[in-house]
């Protein structure tokens, strides 16, 4: 018997994908660069040249009348052995606390309450009015509502059988109620921030928590905080940022006192600069402030884990 062998059938071979050529127009990169010099030339101008120039007049002792002569690191160490600087840190510190606590807290509440409850534009506008407004009118508006004797807190206080109350003037209420100008004006844009954080939470996870009976005070703590983390995080980063850097309300409603207490670090280095003509000094006192910023910012940066996120 005779066993025939056949060749095995040739399989043929598969096409690549197509894929899509890799083509550059000419002139792409032109015209990007186009687009990003105006950016370059501004970020170039107004913040490397400036900086660089601090650097140099912080080794100096420069006073704006006569060429700056240089002094090594003579003004750093004149700002660690000044008192009145750690003093205004000191103030500048409590400040900052006190405005993080309240601009968190209430704006928690705000961005929770237009989340769960009540979704108006008109609602949403009205609370960022006040951040549009510029500082200074806003110190205005409020030194002139604070006045112990014409002011209208004070009239609401009398009305109410209260004696007046120096809200600027007393050393135990001027930087609490600065901050507590500070956190009207800012407290519209954190709520806002928080409320698009919300926004991205999926709502099949409060779902499946009403399901399991859990109510709104639950779901907060336990559903929208947790997932709110990154949120929280640029929040504190740029309120702690923004708040070190508070001047225009306490130059135009307490110059700094009652006696000094509300002198925040802005104030004390704008004082060195243009009052006793200590530029130097100053710039030496500005990029400390810096580095503290920027350790700061580290810390809650990676104590926060802003990177990450739990919706992924």
Request: overall charge neutral; some cysteine.
């Amino acid at each position: 018997m005779t066993v025939v062998q056949t060749a095995p059938a040739s399989v043929p071979a598969l096409d690549p994908p197509d894929r899509a050529p890799r083509t550059r127009r000419k002139g792409d990169g032109l015209t990007a660069w186009a687009f990003l010099l105006p950016s370059i030339v501004g970020f170039a101008v107004f913040f490397v040249y400036p900086a660089v120039r601090g650097v140099y007049y912080s080794t100096t002792d420069w006073n704006l009348l006569s060429p700056p002569k240089s002094v090594g690191l003579a003004n750093y160490r004149a700002a660690i052995h000044d008192p009145e600087f750690w003093k205004s840190l000191r103030v500048t510190t409590y400040f900052v606390v006190l405005s993080l606590v309240a601009q968190l807290a209430i704006g928690l509440v705000l961005a929770g309450i237009m989340h769960r409850l009540l979704r108006s534009v008109m609602v949403r506008a009205v609370l960022l009015l006040p951040w549009l407004v510029p500082n200074v009118t806003i110190g205005l508006l409020w030194m002139w509502m604070l006045d112990t004797n014409l002011g209208f807190a004070n009239h609401l206080l009398h009305s109410l059988g209260h004696g007046t109350e120096g809200f600027l003037t007393d050393p135990n209420l001027a930087l609490p109620s600065i901050a507590g100008i500070t956190t009207w004006a800012g407290i519209g844009y954190i709520a806002l921030l928080f409320y698009a954080g919300m926004l991205q939470i999926p709502q099949d996870v409060y779902q499946s928590a009403q399901l399991d009976g859990a109510g709104e005070i639950r779901m907060f703590f336990g559903i929208t905080l947790p997932l709110l983390r990154p949120i929280i995080a640029l929040v504190l980063v740029v309120s702690v940022i923004g708040s070190f850097q508070i001047f225009d309300v306490v130059a135009v409603t307490t110059a700094g006192g009652p006696v000094g207490l509300t002198k925040v670090i802005y104030y004390y280095i704008y004082e060195e600069a243009f009052h006793h003509f200590r530029m130097g000094y100053a710039s030496a006192m500005a990029l400390c402030l810096a580095l503290v910023l920027g350790v700061l910012t580290w810390v809650q940066m990676r104590l926060l884990r802003a990177s990450t996120s739990d919706l992924g």
